[in-house]
């Protein structure tokens, strides 16, 4: 749907991981595995989470084996006792409803090692599609093709996630470079430390 190269942010995502030395990281959200291949390229062990199995069967033929991806929701979680040095959540979080939300920050926050980092990428109310469709309550509308989307801003960032190590949080572009003409969308890059 999206291709096969990773969304522009993940990159930033991997150079962090890298710098880090974080080397075995879980993906809630995992989809076919395009924002997961630029980790096993770069030797990461991959854990994901996806709820579909049309996607996860994607994901197979994409990475041709290697990668554990746990069919189910992420409301799920966790699947298993394993801890993970670092968590990337691409687009899924303002997906869900504000207990949905908490659950996902908690059980991410939950599975990752001491000293361990999770990532988000969120929806911003300054994206195009802010305001769009119907209210469902503040900040979270049904768009015209049924989607339900929980816009963050800077208050909504430090409240859902302040309790939980948040280091940074910064708007970005997607894609990263924009042209005219071509849509793009605003989100939050919320990046979270565990205390050791």
């Excluded at 990475?63 to 991806?69: A, E, I, R, W, Y």
């Excluded at 940074?168 to 919320?190: C, D, L, M, S, T």
């Amino acid at each position: 749907m999206w291709g096969l190269a990773p969304a522009d942010c993940t990159m930033e995502v991997l150079d962090l991981f890298k710098r880090e030395g974080l080397s075995n990281i879980l993906i809630p959200g995992f989809g076919y595995g395009r924002n997961a291949k630029i980790f096993t390229d770069n030797g990461f062990s991959v854990t994901g989470i996806e709820i579909s199995a049309t996607a996860i069967d994607l994901a197979k033929k994409h990475f041709g084996g290697g990668v554990k991806v746990h069919h189910g929701a992420v409301g799920e979680m966790p699947f298993g006792e394993e801890l993970y040095e670092g968590i990337f959540c691409y687009a899924l979080i303002h997906l869900l409803d504000s207990e949905e939300r908490a659950k996902l920050i908690r059980d991410c926050y939950a599975q990752l090692e001491p000293g361990g980092y999770m990532v988000f990428v969120a929806i911003s109310t300054r994206s195009a599609a802010y305001g769009e469709g119907k209210e469902l309550s503040p900040d979270r509308f049904v768009t015209k093709h049924g989607v339900n989307l929980f816009f963050y801003d800077r208050n909504s960032v430090k409240r859902e996630f302040g309790k939980f190590g948040l280091v940074e949080a910064k708007e970005v572009n997607e894609p990263v470079k924009v042209v005219e003409g071509k849509p793009y969308q605003r989100f939050w890059q919320i990046s979270c430390k565990k205390s050791t």
